[in-house]
Every structure is written in C-alpha cells, then in structure tokens.
C-alpha cells in the first residue's frame, strides 16, 4: 500500500511540474470563457490520454471533462471514491501582465487563475497515475466549464459526475494572492458566501426631456429604487448577519434630450446564511415593485449565477489541516479567521457530498502584495504548482487510506 507522501509518488514530480507549467503557460495564451472551453477541453483529454487515464468528455454542455483513476490494490470491497475538481474558464478582461504567455485573445484572459487550477489537477493526475496499483478506490478527476457565473458545478452535478461511483468525499483548491507560495488555509463551516446576480428592468413611457410631464420617467424610478435597495441591509438585516447588496450597474439613455422608454439596474446579492439570503431576495422584489409602482413604472427581475453559500464539512476541512501540516510543514496551514463575501460554485458539490474547498497560497516569496484575483495584472504563479500538486495528490491518497484502515 502506498502510504501518502512516500517517495514513490512523487518520483517524478519535478518533470511533472516542468510539464505542467508548459501547459499552464499553453492554457494561459488561449483563454476560454465559460461553457466555450473547447481548446483547454480538448488539452486535458490529450494529457489524459497520454497518461492512460480513463476519461470522458462533453459534460455541461461540452466541455466539461470527468477522468477514473482504479486504484489496484485489494481492499476487501470496492473501496470509497473521492474527488478531485478543478475549473476551466476564464474572464473577459484585457491582460495586461506582459507575460510571454499572455492571452492571444483579445478582450480574454485566465484572471482567476484556472489556468493553474488545471494544470495542478493535471499533475496530480500524473503522480495518482504512477501508483495505482498501491491504492485502493476510485479517484475521480473532474475537470469543470463556467465557475465565473455560469454555474458549472450546478451543471455537472445534474448530469451525474457525483455518481459511477458515488463519490464519498470532495476537495477543490483555488489560488489566492494573500497567501505565500508553499502554503494553504481554509475554514470549517461556512468558507464563502452565496451569490445571486440580479438584474431589474424598469419600464415607463419616453419623451422629449423639454417635457418631463408627457412621459413616466424610468431614470427617476431607478434613482430611487437603487436608494431603497440599501435599506435592506441598513434596515431589515440583523447586523451580525452578514449580507451584502451592492447595485454595480445602472443602463438608460442614449441622447442628453431624450427621456427612454426603459433603463435597468443589476447587481448581487451575497449572503452567509440561507435564511438571510432568502429575506434579502423577498425584500429586493418588495421594494423594486413597490417603488415601481409609485413612479407609475413596472419592472421585471431576472436573476442568475446563482450559488449557495460554499460550507465546508467541519471533518474534511480538519483532515485538510492535518494534511497540509503533516505533508508541507507545521507552519504551511492557516486557519481562514472569518467567511469571505467571495462566491463560488464549489458549494454546488458540498450540497451533495461531504467535503472541503481551501486556497493555496500564490503571493511569490519577497511579494509583500501581489495582484488579486479578477485583476489584469494578476498571473497564478508557477512556483505555486508543485505545492498544489502535492496537495492534491496526498488528499485523495490519505482519504482512501483511511478507508482501508477502518
């Protein structure tokens, strides 16, 4: 059997790390926007191909990929199955690092990092690969479109990758430019918020600006309603429940001497708990047709990217504490104090299975700052690979050691 952090599994990591920074530095140039992931899919199936790993592709949509590692090794059953997730997409940022890798697409570019989100997966891959026949169990590699508001998780969760085998336990990284290289911390419970993006479409009548009285102005009707919207924080939420309601985007007009027919505003909501996010939402409709109504307007609300809160099972983010001290050191883990406002659709996965969603440090050794995520400048630094990969790799390995010794 092999036991997590021999030598065995990682005998070849650093030409697996040489490999998997090409492959970052290849996915970093060719940036793909949720649920249009053709190329980085199409790359991930090449290198799991390469390493003899069972795989299926066409997930949510397309483009999402699902890998099998059979663990060999005779345990007195099937054995459990854990799994290992990292998500593909990118965002629609201009880059602006410089980088030899930059983004070749215009308008397009790995801010968040899933770039090497990807290739750390992969690299795990590789070493769980190279020692199948000392473990027992599945390991199963889920390669996920569409985390930046487009709900993949959501997606690939209903198309049943939790399932064939059930997948027992989960964990899932993302790089985080207030760490250090060579560390990783999480939280117990409750790590990140829900999110829920809205837009309100108000309608009223057009007209000539010269004569206010002859139309129903929608901008007067949006001004007060993105007013009234911050009651519901200030007014309705208990103050030591979390909730955050930010209206980012206000539309109407296109002339100084026109009064539009419509305008729309959009933004999020973000809640820690469930019943904080429900009222919020309640509220929001309340209020935006109340207000409507009373500027002689109606509205429409839509909502989307819509995830719960990211709650971690309390056993598994203890086992990635233990994990981490145990494989990189006593001081290489730090406890995240308090739940972020952050969204992610991780939490999709730990509606269902137990598992934990940490971060790993990304800030280079002598940064005292680094770019933070969603930020132009911002490039998952390669030193981080190696340490993500032994992560990953002693997660799924001591999960399904632990089975075998029960």
């Not at 790995?110 to 190279?130: I, K, M, N």
């Not at 199963?140 to 198309?159: T, Y």
């Not at 909501?269 to 109504?293: N, P, T």
């Amino acid at each position: 059997m092999t036991v997590a952090g021999d030598k065995a599994v990682f005998a070849n990591l650093d030409d697996t790390v040489v490999r998997m920074t090409e492959i970052r530095h290849d996915l970093h140039q060719h940036p793909e926007l949720g649920y249009q992931e053709t190329y980085t899919s199409k790359q991930v199936c090449k290198e799991l191909s390469r390493l003899g790993i069972e795989h299926k592709a066409g997930y949510a949509g397309g483009t999402g990929v699902v890998g099998l590692i059979h663990g060999k090794a005779a345990t007195g059953g099937a054995g459990r199955c854990v799994a290992l997730r990292a998500d593909m997409d990118a965002l629609p940022i201009m880059e602006a690092t410089n980088l030899p890798y930059a983004s070749k697409i215009p308008g397009v570019m790995h801010a968040c990092g899933h770039d090497g989100h990807t290739a750390v997966l992969l690299g795990a891959a590789a070493c769980l690969q190279s020692v199948a026949d000392s473990f027992g169990g599945t390991i199963k590699l889920i390669f996920q479109p569409a985390e930046e508001g487009g709900c993949g998780a959501e997606r690939m969760c209903k198309e049943g990758v939790l399932e064939n085998p059930k997948v027992d336990g989960i964990f899932g990284l993302h790089g985080w430019p207030g760490l250090p290289v060579g560390m990783a911390a999480t939280r117990s419970g409750v790590l990140l918020a829900s999110v829920d993006g809205f837009t309100i479409q108000i309608r009223g009548v057009g007209g000539h600006a010269a004569s206010p009285q002859q139309a129903v102005d929608p901008i007067i009707c949006g001004a007060a309603m993105v007013q009234a919207l911050q009651t519901i924080v200030s007014r309705e939420s208990d103050p030591v429940e979390a909730l955050v309601l930010t209206v980012s985007q206000f539309h109407a007009g296109s002339a100084f001497n026109v009064i539009p027919g419509t305008a729309e505003i959009g933004g999020t909501i973000r809640a820690l708990a469930r019943s904080r996010r429900d009222a919020a939402i309640v509220a929001l409709e309340r209020i935006a047709r109340g207000v409507a109504e009373a500027h002689r307007c109606t509205v429409s609300i839509e909502y989307f990217g819509r995830t719960p809160s990211t709650t971690n099972t309390p056993e598994l983010a203890e086992f990635v504490h233990r994990t981490t001290v145990e494989a990189l050191g006593e001081k290489a883990f730090m406890w995240v104090p308090k739940p972020a406002m952050w969204g992610e659709d991780f939490a999709f996965y730990l509606e269902r299975v137990p598992g934990c969603f940490y971060v790993l440090g990304v800030q280079p050794q002598g940064r005292v700052e680094y770019p933070m995520l969603h930020n132009a400048q911002y490039d998952f630094t390669d030193a981080a690979i190696p340490v993500g990969i032994r992560m990953m790799s002693e997660l799924a390995l001591r999960f399904l050691q632990a089975d075998n010794r029960r």
